[in-house]
C-alpha cells in the first residue's frame, strides 16, 4: 500500500509564496509521473502541473511562470513551488502519483492554498 501526505499550504495574501510537499511511504519500486491538481469551490479538479520520471514538466497556461514543480526521487517527494500567487488559485492542492510498474495512481489527501486579496 501507498500513501501520500501532503504539506505547506496555508493563507496567503495576493503575491506572496507557497511551498507544498508531498511525500509518499509503503511499498515502492518506482514512481513514473507526478503531478499537482488543484479544485476550486463549484469547479472541476484540474491539472495544474506534472512531471516525468525524466523531469519533463508541464503547466497549465494559468500557472505558467509562476509555479515551478520539482521532485526528490530519493525520497519520493514532490514539490510545487507557487510564486506570485491570485486569488484565482485558491482551492484545495492534491498531489497523485502513477506507479511506473503497476500504473496505479495515488492520491494525496488535499492541502488548502488560500490566497486574500
Known amino acids: 500500500q501507498v500513501q501520500l501526505v501532503e504539506s505547506g499550504g496555508g493563507l496567503v495574501q495576493v503575491g506572496g509564496s507557497l511551498r507544498l510537499s508531498c511525500a509518499a511511504s509503503g511499498t515502492i519500486i518506482s514512481i513514473d509521473t507526478m503531478a499537482w491538481y488543484r479544485q476550486a469551490p463549484g469547479k472541476q479538479r484540474e491539472l495544474v502541473a506534472i512531471i516525468t520520471r525524466s523531469s519533463s514538466t508541464n503547466y497549465a497556461d494559468s500557472v505558467k511562470g509562476r509555479f515551478t514543480i520539482s521532485r526528490d526521487n530519493a525520497k519520493n517527494t514532490v514539490y510545487l513551488q507557487m510564486n506570485s500567487l491570485k486569488p484565482e488559485d485558491t482551492a484545495v492542492y492534491y498531489c497523485?502519483?502513477?506507479?511506473?510498474?503497476?500504473?496505479?495512481?495515488?492520491w494525496g489527501q488535499g492541502t488548502q492554498v488560500s490566497v486574500s486579496s
Open positions: 497523485n502519483f502513477k506507479m511506473f510498474v503497476s500504473g496505479r495512481n495515488y
